[in-house]
């Protein structure tokens, strides 16, 4: 089992940045893949990104110029950094976690966080 709960999610002004964490706790965590998903108001969820715990290349969906995902390793904590926001990036951001990547659906995690709100006001 692995366990996921995400901060960091508010109010943010057009243009504006905010980082998102996830802290991830389980014995298996560090046998898992990490990822970030959103959600909008009628919409589908929807890949980001997803990090290995392990020196592991990032794969990115389509916001590789403004979105970034990292890790800390010690502290089983996974960050999502969203830059350059707009209105159309109001969504309810989760953590996700899965043995692999043979797909980018949401199929392949398992495990999910309760989402954090992220709210881009214009």
């Known amino acids: 089992q692995v366990q996921l709960v995400e901060s960091g999610g508010g109010w943010v002004q057009d243009g504006g940045s905010v980082r998102l964490s996830c802290a991830a706790s389980?014995?298996?965590?560090?046998?898992?893949?990490m990822a970030w998903f959103r959600q909008a108001p009628g919409k589908e969820r929807e890949f980001i990104s997803a990090?290995?715990?392990?020196?592991?290349?990032p794969y990115y969906g389509n916001y590789s110029d403004r979105f970034f995902i990292s890790t800390d390793t010690p502290k089983n904590t996974v960050y999502l950094q969203l830059n350059k926001l707009t209105p159309e990036d109001t969504a309810v951001y989760y953590c996700?976690?899965?043995?692999?990547?043979?797909?980018?659906?949401?199929?392949?995690?398992?495990?999910w966080g309760q989402g954090t709100q992220v709210t881009v006001s214009s």
């Open positions: 990090i290995g715990w392990h020196a592991h290349t």
């Open positions: 389980g014995r298996t965590v560090s046998d898992h893949i």
């Open positions: 996700a976690a899965g043995r692999s990547l043979r797909s980018l659906g949401v199929e392949q995690f398992p495990y």
